[in-house]
C-alpha cells in the first residue's frame, strides 16, 4: 500500500504532472486523484512527441490500468472534463466524479470577468473563484455533480474518499495530484490577495479528497530551476524577476525559450530560484521526496540526459547547491519529456530536510 502526494513548491507550472504520470508508471499506481480545477493545465512530452496538456483528468490516465478521479473538492468544467474523456478515450471504468465534485456555471466566469479579476490578480476567468464563492455562500444555484442530468457524467458519479480508502485498506496505491504551486496558497501565502482560490498544500489536498493523514506515504514537493509566475505584476510578487532571453543566454540554448499561461497563452514571467521560498515550502509540507525540473534551462548541454552521471558541471553545482540548503534530491528533470527525468536518490533519510531549514524549525 502506498499513498503519494505530488504538490508544486513554487508558483505553479513546477512539473507536478510529469512527477505524477512518472510515479503513476513507476510505482503502478492503481488511482490517482486530481484536485482543483480547470484554472491550471499539467502537460508533458509523450513518447511520439505529442503533447499531453490535461485541465481536469489526472495525468495518471497514462497508465491504462489506472483509474482516474475528481474527489468531492474539485470544481467542474464540464466542457472540458468531457474533451478530455473523450481525447484519451476512456470508459466509465476508469472515470470517477466523485458525487459532491462542484460544477463551474457560465456565469461563474462572467462573474469573475465582471468582478475585474484579470485586471487585478491575473486570474483566467475560469470561473474556479467564483464557484468556490458560490459553495461557501451556499446559494441556491449551486449544482453538484449528482445535480447534473447529464447520462455520460451520471455513469461516472461515485464516492472518491470511499474509493481512495477503501484501496488504501486493500493495500493498493493511490496517488493525489495537487494543483498550483505552495506559493500561491490562500491561506500560508503572504502575497495575499495575489493568491489562488484554495489552499495548495499537501494537508488541503488531502482534505479535498477525504483521507487521513496518518495514510500518507509519500509527498513529493516539485519545484523548478526558474520559477515563473502568470502574466501581469498584478499576478503578485516574484522575487529576482529576470526576462527569457538570459535565460536563453544562460543556459546556451541555440533557440528561443519562451513559456505561456495554458488558460490564457499569456507569456509567463521568469525568474531566479529563490531558496527562502523553497525552504518555506519544504518546512510547511515536509516532503519525503523532492523534484527539480529544468536542469537543461541551467545548462542546454544536459538537455534530454536520463543518466545522472552524465550531467554536467553548472547542474551538478545547483544540485549540490539545493541539497546542502533545501535538502535531498530525488528526481532532476532534464527536458519536457516523460522521461527526461534522473532519479538522485530514492528518499530522504527520517525525513531530513536541508539544515537551515532545521534549524527554522526548532
Known amino acids: 500500500m502506498s499513498l503519494w502526494i505530488v504538490i508544486g513548491g513554487q508558483f505553479g507550472s513546477e512539473g507536478k504532472g510529469k512527477v505524477a504520470a512518472h510515479i503513476t508508471m513507476s510505482e503502478g499506481i492503481d488511482l490517482c486523484v486530481r484536485c482543483g480545477g480547470p484554472n491550471s493545465g499539467h502537460s508533458f512530452i509523450q513518447e511520439d512527441g505529442s503533447r499531453l496538456l490535461l485541465r481536469q483528468i489526472p495525468t495518471g490516465a497514462i497508465r491504462s490500468g489506472t483509474r482516474v478521479l475528481i474527489p468531492a473538492g474539485g470544481l467542474i468544467d464540464l466542457e472540458v472534463l468531457r474533451e478530455e474523456i473523450l481525447m484519451l478515450n476512456l470508459g466509465a471504468s476508469r472515470v470517477g466524479v466523485d458525487r459532491n465534485a462542484m460544477i463551474i456555471e457560465p456565469a461563474d466566469r462572467e462573474a469573475e470577468k465582471t468582478l475585474g479579476l484579470r485586471d487585478r490578480i491575473s486570474s ?13 455562500l451556499r446559494t441556491s444555484d449551486v449544482r453538484l455533480a449528482r445535480d447534473v442530468n447529464e447520462p455520460w457524467l ?14 488504501v485498506d ?16 490562500l491561506y500560508h501565502s503572504d502575497h495575499f490577495p495575489k493568491t489562488t482560490s484554495r489552499d495548495t498544500s499537501a494537508a488541503g489536498f488531502l482534505s479535498e479528497v477525504g483521507l487521513s493523514p496518518l495514510l500518507v506515504t509519500e509527498i513529493i514537493a516539485v519545484f523548478r530551476t526558474f520559477p515563473i509566475r502568470v502574466a501581469g505584476a498584478q499576478a503578485g510578487p516574484l522575487r529576482d524577476e529576470i526576462d527569457w532571453e538570459a535565460v536563453e543566454r544562460e543556459s546556451g540554448c541555440p533557440r528561443p525559450i519562451r ?6 497563452k499569456s507569456l509567463r514571467r521568469v525568474a531566479r530560484f ?3 521560498l523553497a525552504r518555506w515550502t519544504v518546512e510547511r509540507n515536509r516532503p519525503t521526496r523532492i523534484a527539480v525540473m529544468g536542469l537543461d534551462y541551467l545548462d542546454y548541454n ?5 543518466d545522472f552521471s552524465r550531467l554536467g558541471a553548472k ?3 545547483f544540485i549540490e547547491q539545493f541539497q546542502e540548503r533545501v535538502g535531498e534530491l530525488a528526481y532532476v528533470g532534464t527536458g519536457p519529456a516523460l522521461v527526461d527525468l534522473c532519479t538522485v536518490s530514492s528518499r530522504f533519510e527520517n525525513n531530513r530536510i536541508g539544515n537551515y531549514a532545521l534549524e527554522r524549525v526548532k
Open 124 to 136: 483566467t476567468l475560469s470561473g474556479v473563484g467564483s464557484a468556490v464563492s458560490r459553495r461557501v
Open 154 to 167: 451520471r455513469e461516472l458519479l461515485t464516492d472518491v474518499a470511499g474509493e481512495c480508502n477503501s484501496a
Open 170 to 185: 486493500r493495500g493498493r496505491n493511490v496517488l493525489i495530484e495537487g494543483t498550483q504551486g505552495f506559493g500561491l496558497s
Open 259 to 264: 513559456e505561456y499561461t495554458t488558460v490564457t
Open 274 to 276: 529563490d531558496w527562502d
Open 302 to 306: 544536459d538537455y534530454g540526459k536520463r
Open 315 to 317: 547542474s551538478l553545482g
